[in-house]
Nanobody, 118 residues
Framework: VQLQASGGGLVQAGGSLRLSCAAS????????VGWFRQGPGKDRELVAF????????YYADSVKGRFTISRDNAQKTVYLQMNSLKPEDTAVYYC????????????WGQGTQVTVSS
């Protein structure tokens, strides 16, 4: 599967952005998909992931209540709705996919920059 991330940009604190991860290939619905981010001088972290059918979701504590992950298997796209953005959300965001686990995802999209100004 190939992944294409988009939707990043510059936003003021408190604002919103929606990231999209569009996939190619006929078997998208068989992949677990997640969003990772890497901020300046920070390690990469898992932000959220969603299972194949979309009925099991994980969020990092730092984004719970503010971010929402969803997927549309017919459109082969996973979304990350980010609300109430904070400067500490500034990072390059990557989508990733794997058939079994996101511990070491087999597929990565290119990053999309999210910058939140104070």
């Amino acid at each position: 599967v190939q992944l294409q991330a988009s939707g990043g940009g510059l936003v003021q604190a408190g604002g919103s952005l929606r990231l999209s991860c569009a996939a190619s290939g006929p078997t998208f619905s068989t992949y677990i998909v997640g969003w990772f981010r890497q901020g300046p001088g920070k390690d990469r972290e898992l932000v959220a992931f969603i299972n194949r059918s979309g009925d099991s979701i994980y969020y990092a504590d730092s984004v719970k209540g503010r971010f929402t992950i969803s997927r549309d298997n017919a459109q082969k796209t996973v979304y990350l709705q980010m609300n109430s953005l904070k400067p500490e959300d500034t990072a390059v965001y990557y989508c990733a996919a794997d058939r079994t686990s996101l511990g070491r995802p087999g597929y990565w999209g290119q990053g999309t920059q999210v910058t939140v100004s104070s």
